[in-house]
């Protein structure tokens, strides 16, 4: 993938846990390092595998041309935040099936313990730039 692509962070558009920590990292990413797009939006279903806008059930980060999902995807994301928040990437020290048996828990269960929106985020104007369609 060219440079263009890099850096946008893939999530479950209607997940109120994916949308809170996109939230999040918008608030964090001062300088507008990562862009957003939902999995059911057109930029996944144009850049990413077809099994992964159908069967949503992981954050997917295109990172240097690789497509990160899981725990990958969102400790890689606080490495390209940089700064403090870089300390987190420590986190894939810990062996994959490990942090993954995590994320998938979580991933399982985010609609019965986070709640699920009606409709994927609507982005205010300061975000537009940053959230892909």
Same mark, same amino acid.
């Not at 700064?83 to 986190?91: D, E, H, N, P, R």
């Not at 709640?115 to 975000?127: A, L, Y």
């Given at each position: 993938m060219d440079k263009q692509h890099d850096n946008i962070l893939f999530f479950d558009g209607v997940c109120t846990l994916c949308n809170s920590f996109v939230d999040t990292l918008m608030r964090l990413d001062?300088?507008?390092?990562l862009r957003y797009a939902s999995l059911q939006g057109n930029t996944a279903k144009k850049l990413l595998p077809k099994d992964m806008t159908t069967n949503i059930n992981s954050l997917v980060l295109i990172h240097q041309g690789e497509l990160k999902t899981r725990s990958s995807a969102s400790l890689t994301t606080f490495k390209v935040l940089?700064?403090?928040? $870089?300390?987190?990437?420590?986190?894939?020290?810990?062996?994959k099936f490990i942090r993954d048996w995590v994320y998938k828990l979580i991933a399982k269960n985010r609609y019965k313990w986070f709640?699920?929106?009606?409709?994927?985020?609507?982005?205010?104007? $300061?975000?537009r730039e940053r959230l892909l369609d």
């Open positions: 001062k300088n507008k390092k940089g700064g403090v928040y $870089s300390l987190a990437y420590i986190f894939i020290l810990v062996p709640g699920k929106q009606e409709t994927c985020r609507v982005p205010t104007p $300061s975000e």
